[in-house]
Structures are given as structure tokens and as C-alpha cells.
């Protein structure tokens, strides 16, 4: 059984919906719903829609990107007064590539109690997918819709060592992996997930080099809402492996499992764990 949630009064709640399929709201988030006084919407209508769905009615404020000021204002009168808010965006966290981190900003300097309420992100649902095995992300969201602007911004994205994660839109994504390839290099992967959730649903990887053609190939592909994950490249490990350092991981990688035998290495060589970490499973992929 689950019992209902008693919630504090002047509180802006900050709400993942769902990104395409919803069934994917939680629990917490209808309950959140539910009990507030109003819900703050990108876009009211789609909001609505959504609302209905669930069986809820509420009062809906729009803060979309063109308002956000002057709506983070009305909404502080609101919480000052004592009523309870939910922040929506029409798809996945608010302030996440989507309206909200303004009005989360103003009323937290106002000092009135915001609270996440998670759920749904594209980015963290497209990396769960994608197998890459690489520490770390870069989320960037949203590239420069002009192509000298947007290359500019990647020449400053090339020497991360970090999978970067970005949103494209379909009307762009042809262009933006023209200069993903141009400025990046051919020779790094890509994973696209696109539609996630959704009933087109499509996930493949390939290099940069080759996602053009793959894209043209079916012209399907190039519709839907995208995330883009674009892997570092990886360096050839016998250029920043001394050679003895390979050599004993080979040796332990015998009697050990590969864990083990990192951990091992690291501590009788004094190299970085994530290091060996990279060579340890290139000697594993060579053995396939």
C-alpha cells in the first residue's frame, strides 16, 4: 500500500516526466502532482495532455524559454504566499537542455526550499545503453545551430578525454555530423539514440566517419529527437604504457581476473589504475 506524502507549504518541486513513453513517470512524481497547488509547464497544452492522462487537473503556469524571468517572479509571489509548485518541461528533468534552471536559481536565492523529484534524462538513458566503457561524460546539450559558430565550439571540445554527450534536432542532424567528422576526427565512435522510449526507438554505434552515410541510407534515421555520444579517441596504450608496466599486467592478467589484476599492477607500478584499465580490456578485445 502506498500512503500519501505529506508535503511542506512553499515549495518549488522539481519533476522528471516522461520522454516519450508514460509509463516511465514514478510514483513520487503523481504524488508530487497531485498535491501541489500548481504545476509550472514549458508548454501548458502538452502538459495538460499529460495531466489528464493520470486523471489530474491543476492550475497550469507556462515558463518557457521566452518568459522565464518574468514567470520566475510570478511563481515567487506564489511561494511566498505559501503554495506548493511543481517545475515541468514537456520531455525528461527540467533545467537539463529544457526551461527551469532560471527559475531554480531565483528561488533558491530567495531562499525557498526547491526539491528534486528525479526521473527521466535522455542523457543518463542513452549512456546506460551505449556499452561505452570510458570514465567519465561531458554532457554539452545543444550545439550552435550555425555551422561556423558550432565548429568553433567544437574545436574546443577536441582535447576532452570524456565521452561527450550531446541533444540534436532532426532538421540539423545531417549538418552536425558532417562537423562532428571535420572537426573531431573520422576514427572516433558514435552511439545515436534516438526516439528513446518511443515506438521508432533506434540505438547503433559506428565512427564518425561512417554515420553520414549510415544516416542517408535510410531516411528514416534522420528523424526524431537525437542523443548524440561521441567517444574519445583512444590511444594507442603502447604510447603511454611503459613497457614493463604491459608486461607484468600481462603476466598477472594470467592468474588473476582483470579487476584484480589492475588493481595489482597499479599498486607495483604506480600507474594510474584507469590506465591499465584501457590496455587491460584492449588485450582482452585482441583476444576475442
Do not use: W
Request: contains cysteine.
Amino acid at each position: 500500500m502506498i500512503h500519501s506524502i505529506e508535503y511542506s507549504v512553499g515549495v518549488l518541486y522539481v519533476v522528471a516526466t516522461p520522454i516519450g513513453n508514460l509509463q516511465d513517470i514514478t510514483l513520487r512524481a503523481l504524488d508530487v502532482l497531485k498535491s501541489v497547488d500548481a504545476v509550472a509547464a514549458e508548454d501548458t497544452r502538452h502538459t495538460a495532455g499529460l495531466l489528464s492522462h493520470f486523471g489530474i487537473s491543476k492550475k497550469l503556469i507556462a515558463v518557457h524559454e521566452h518568459n522565464e524571468h518574468q514567470s520566475a517572479e510570478k511563481l515567487l509571489l506564489l511561494l511566498k504566499a505559501g503554495q506548493r509548485i511543481a517545475l515541468v518541461t514537456d520531455a525528461g528533468t527540467p533545467g537539463i537542455s529544457d526551461p527551469g534552471a532560471v527559475v531554480v536559481n531565483q528561488v533558491r536565492q530567495a531562499n525557498i526550499k526547491v526539491v528534486p523529484v528525479p526521473g527521466v534524462s535522455a542523457v543518463i538513458a542513452a549512456l546506460s545503453v551505449s556499452g561505452i566503457v570510458q570514465n567519465g561524460f561531458l554532457f554539452f546539450g545543444f550545439l550552435p545551430a550555425s555551422g561556423g559558430t558550432r565548429r568553433k565550439v567544437l574545436e574546443t571540445l577536441r582535447s576532452q578525454a570524456v565521452t561527450i554527450v550531446f541533444y540534436e534536432a532532426p532538421h540539423r542532424i545531417l549538418d552536425c555530423i558532417a562537423d562532428l567528422s571535420a572537426v573531431l576526427g573520422p576514427e572516433r565512435r558514435i552511439t545515436f539514440a534516438r526516439e528513446l522510449t518511443k515506438t521508432f526507438e533506434t540505438i547503433f554505434s559506428c565512427h564518425l566517419g561512417e554515420a553520414e552515410r549510415r544516416l542517408k541510407a535510410d531516411a528514416n534515421q534522420q528523424r526524431g529527437e537525437f542523443v548524440l555520444l561521441v567517444e574519445t579517441v583512444k590511444m594507442a596504450q603502447t604510447d603511454v604504457l611503459p613497457e614493463e608496466a604491459q608486461r607484468i599486467l600481462k603476466l598477472l592478467l594470467l592468474e588473476l581476473p582483470l579487476k584484480q589484476a589492475v588493481k595489482l599492477s597499479a599498486e607495483i607500478t604506480q600507474l594510474k589504475k584507469n590506465d591499465l584499465y584501457e590496455y587491460a580490456l584492449q588485450l582482452k578485445d585482441e583476444s576475442k
